[in-house]
């Protein structure tokens, strides 16, 4: 046993892609990632990569190596920008690969107290 190795496994990069190439799960896993940002864990770094997977997934297959290469730099540029017209160069962003920004009810917050400050913080970022 003295030359026993661990197996070789297979990438889960692959199979990753390959359920990704279905929009809808695509859309729930920007979802889940985006949701990490509520709980304040949310990470540059985990975000562009979930974001570069969803473009390997829908992009590239439908789009000529220029383009790819030119909607990639975009988003390096939107990620790293502050202000509201980030919001809607996601949104354009998010477009060309065929998904769209969204808006849901936050299911956690049932309290009076709670909803009014959240309907004032986003009061507050939409004068930024």
Same mark, same amino acid.
């Given at each position: 046993m003295k030359d026993a190795k661990m197996p070789a496994s297979d990438s889960y990069h692959p199979f990753k892609i390959s359920n990704l190439k279905d929009p809808t799960y695509s859309a729930a896993y920007l979802s889940l990632i985006f949701g990490e940002e509520e709980e304040g864990d949310l990470e540059l770094k985990v975000m562009l990569s979930a974001m570069r997977d969803i473009f390997e997934?829908? *992009?590239e297959p439908n789009m000529s190596a220029d383009d790819a290469s030119l909607h990639l730099k975009k988003l390096d540029v939107l990620l790293s920008q502050n202000g509201s017209a980030?919001?809607?160069g996601l949104a354009s962003w998010l477009k060309a690969l065929g998904l769209k920004l969204t808006v849901a009810v936050d299911e956690g917050?049932? *309290?009076e107290e709670e909803s009014s400050a959240s309907v004032?913080?986003?009061a507050e970022v939409g004068n930024v």
């Amino acid at each position: 046993m003295k030359d026993a190795k661990m197996p070789a496994s297979d990438s889960y990069h692959p199979f990753k892609i390959s359920n990704l190439k279905d929009p809808t799960y695509s859309a729930a896993y920007l979802s889940l990632i985006f949701g990490e940002e509520e709980e304040g864990d949310l990470e540059l770094k985990v975000m562009l990569s979930a974001m570069r997977d969803i473009f390997e997934a829908l *992009g590239e297959p439908n789009m000529s190596a220029d383009d790819a290469s030119l909607h990639l730099k975009k988003l390096d540029v939107l990620l790293s920008q502050n202000g509201s017209a980030t919001i809607y160069g996601l949104a354009s962003w998010l477009k060309a690969l065929g998904l769209k920004l969204t808006v849901a009810v936050d299911e956690g917050d049932t *309290g009076e107290e709670e909803s009014s400050a959240s309907v004032a913080e986003l009061a507050e970022v939409g004068n930024v």
